[in-house]
């Protein structure tokens, strides 16, 4: 069994402990209910580091108003069983008033990346993300950090905050891992029926559209992004697309697409808002 720590005390007590070894320490944090997506996660990081240490947080803070904070799936003992499967060292899973006591206030700010794709629609989300991350960098001070592809905004913005706040950490991305029929692994996909489930699959395949046209000779971002909303719309438990977006590695926009550019796209399906995105390979 891993090592679980529920304390900031005690977590770095022992790391302290691991650094005095010099041994390495590659972290993983997570909002839990752990799934191939995140085992990937821990893999990479078991392969690259001496210790392994995985966070389970729900942050509070990266929620909006009206969002699924107290709904999100929450099951420790699982992610327990599964961080033991996956052999790693130490679990940190503390309360919300360990992370937030009374009277805290500071906040990192993200900035105009923060603003736009998801930020767009979930205002202060990424604000809330880069304020945690920075706090689980300085309790855990990992060598490395792994961040999955799967939220590409999130990935990038977390290399921004680390380069301008000098934060001495190596973030290592992670590609997206997909259940057997293309729907990209999330802890979130267990709010879908099997009726709702079918329409999810839209976002993958549109992707697989989007390559075609792409091969095909179709360069222009617009006619592709239309090409996909149409797609999307036509299954029957889309209740609406929030953005498709096609950009850079950097998250630029982009008119004409080339190799390496991103699709990335959030659709409501049923009640659930699920994101994705794709990278283009000519
Ligand atoms: P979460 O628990 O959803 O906050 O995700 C924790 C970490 O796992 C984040 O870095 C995510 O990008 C990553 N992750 C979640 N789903 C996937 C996936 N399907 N493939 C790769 N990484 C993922």
Not at 160 to 179: A, F, G
Request: with cysteine; charged share 30%; proline share 5%.
């Amino acid at each position: 069994m891993p090592l679980l720590f529920k304390k900031i005390k005690d977590l770095r007590n022992y790391l302290k402990s691991i650094r005095c070894d010099k041994k390495e320490i590659g972290f993983v944090p997570t909002m839990g209910y752990l799934h191939e997506g995140h085992r990937a996660l821990i893999r990479m990081a078991r392969n690259q580091n001496d210790v392994v240490v995985v966070s389970i947080f729900v942050n509070p803070t990266q929620f909006g108003e009206g969002e699924d904070y107290d709904r999100y799936p929450r099951d420790l003992e699982r992610d327990l069983a599964i961080c033991e499967e996956e052999g790693v060292d130490v679990v940190f899973a503390p309360e919300v008033s360990e992370i937030y006591p009374r009277g805290y206030r500071t906040k990192v700010c993200v900035g105009e990346l923060g603003k736009r794709l998801e930020g767009e629609f979930r205002p202060g989300h990424f604000d809330g993300v880069a304020t945690v991350v920075v706090k689980l960098f300085n309790i855990v001070q990992p060598h490395r950090a792994y961040f999955g592809e799967k939220d590409y905004q999130q990935l990038k913005i977390i290399e921004q905050v680390v380069e301008d706040l000098n934060i001495p950490v190596e973030i290592v991305p992670v590609p997206i891992v997909r259940e057997k029929d293309g729907l990209a692994c999330s802890s979130r996909n267990v709010y879908l029926s099997p009726e709702e489930r079918e329409s999810a699959l839209s976002l993958y395949k549109s992707f697989l559209l989007a390559e075609k046209m792409i091969k095909a000779g179709e360069r222009d971002a617009e006619r592709i992004k239309e090409a996909i909303k149409t797609f999307i719309q036509k299954h029957p438990h889309v209740k609406g697309i929030d953005y498709v977006e096609i950009t850079d590695e950097n998250l630029n926009p982009k008119k004409t697409v080339e190799k390496g550019d991103r699709i990335l796209l959030a659709v409501r399906v049923g009640n659930t808002r699920l994101i994705d995105n794709w990278k283009v390979e000519i």
